[in-house]
């Protein structure tokens, strides 16, 4: 409900010069409300960045609490194992997230294409184009992060592999990927069950 407010209130910001501008009998009214429109919606769309990158913090958490505290159950499960698969404390974080998320994109579905100046603003638009610009940094972090590669690397096991030759390379390159496999894997997961 507060966005609504905030959306109503900018809107309401070009009213005043624009009129004067009117008033004028000024040939630049359509060229100056387009250029100073296109600057609040710039304006409108990096304050409400915001709200996609809290989104992808929050799937983080959910990322990590998936992929390294709580295992996919099997289809059948004994009722002695079932209370330690629970993990309640890790499903209460969960479902606090999930909440979170939940909330934030919420509050952006709810508005109403508004009119600023003479552009019209879509905040579910937004909230999209948010969501696709943090996915891709993401992604892009991770497989970064993964591929830099060193004259000689470690693997997880501290073996120096450069000197092994290419099968001592390859585990070097296996190791990146399975790590990236994890990473892309809890992701998914972590959209998957919000």
């Given at each position: 409900?507060l966005?609504k407010?905030?959306?109503?209130?900018?809107?309401?910001?070009m009213e005043?010069?624009?009129?004067r501008?009117l008033?004028?009998s000024?040939?630049d009214l359509?060229?100056?409300?387009k250029y100073?429109s296109?600057?609040l919606f710039?304006f409108?769309?990096?304050v409400?960045y915001i709200?996609p990158v809290?989104?992808?913090?929050?799937?983080?958490?959910i990322?990590?609490i998936?992929?390294?505290?709580?295992?996919?159950l099997?289809?059948?499960i004994?009722?002695?194992t079932?209370?330690?698969?629970?993990?309640?404390?890790q499903?209460?974080e969960l479902?606090?997230r999930?909440?979170?998320?939940?909330m934030f994109t919420?509050?952006?579905l709810m508005?109403?294409k508004v009119?600023?100046?003479?552009?019209?603003i879509?905040?579910k638009?937004?909230?999209?184009?948010?969501l696709?610009?943090?996915?891709c940094k993401?992604?892009?972090?991770m497989l970064h992060?993964?591929?830099?590669?060193?004259?000689a690397?470690?693997?997880?096991?501290?073996?120096?592999?450069?000197?092994?030759?290419?099968?001592g390379?390859f585990?070097?390159?296996?190791?990146?990927?399975?790590r990236?496999k994890?990473?892309f894997?809890?992701?998914?997961?972590?959209?998957?069950y919000?």
């Open positions: 409900m966005l407010t905030v959306f109503i209130k900018l809107s309401t910001i005043k010069p624009l009129m501008i008033q004028a000024s040939p359509a060229s100056v409300s100073y296109g600057q710039k409108v769309k990096s409400l709200i809290n989104i992808f913090k929050q799937l983080d958490g990322s990590n998936l992929s390294k505290d709580i295992n996919e099997e289809t059948r004994s009722k002695e079932l209370r330690d698969a629970c993990k309640f404390e499903r209460y479902a606090e999930t909440h979170r998320i939940t919420e509050g952006m508005l109403d009119l600023m100046g003479v552009t019209e879509e905040p638009e937004i909230l999209i184009d948010g696709r610009k943090e996915l993401k992604m892009a972090f992060k993964e591929f830099i590669f060193k004259d690397e470690v693997t997880s096991t501290n073996v120096d592999h450069s000197k092994q030759g290419a099968m390379e585990g070097v390159y296996e190791a990146k990927f399975l990236l994890a990473n894997v809890g992701l998914k997961r972590s959209i998957e919000i």
